[in-house]
């Protein structure tokens, strides 16, 4: 069974740092596409930070040159380094990865990031 588990949320103050990290089970994130979706309170989830397989990567403009996503293909492993962090980052950060081949997306549960002002 393929999984996506998210890690690495938390309380931090406004212009604070996390990293998040995306693990994947039974899914070569190296030959996927690999994206991040913040879900504020009350808003649908929107997507802020993608990883091809081929290691490009392109973000929303609210997160561009503040966030960086990157992977690590010896770990099979997903991060997002938020850095510079707003109250309005606070989220739900759910990793999303879409599989080669059959281009079934797998969502994991989702890790909180909140933003203190």
């Known amino acids: 069974q393929v999984q996506v588990v998210e890690s690495g949320g938390g309380l931090v103050q406004a212009g604070g740092s996390l990293r998040l990290t995306c693990t994947g089970f039974r899914i070569t994130f190296s030959i996927s596409t690999t994206n991040w979706y913040p879900r504020a309170p009350g808003k649908q989830r929107e997507l802020v930070a993608t990883i091809t397989s081929g290691g490009s990567t392109s973000y929303a403009a609210a997160v561009k040159g503040r966030f960086t996503i990157s992977r690590d293909n010896a770990k099979n492993a997903v991060y997002l380094q938020m850095n510079s962090l707003r109250p309005e980052d606070t989220a739900v950060y759910y990793c999303?990865?879409?599989?080669?081949?059959?281009?079934?997306?797998?969502w994991g549960q989702g890790t909180k990031v909140t933003v203190s002002s």
């Open positions: 999303a990865a879409v599989a080669q081949g059959s281009g079934n997306n797998y």
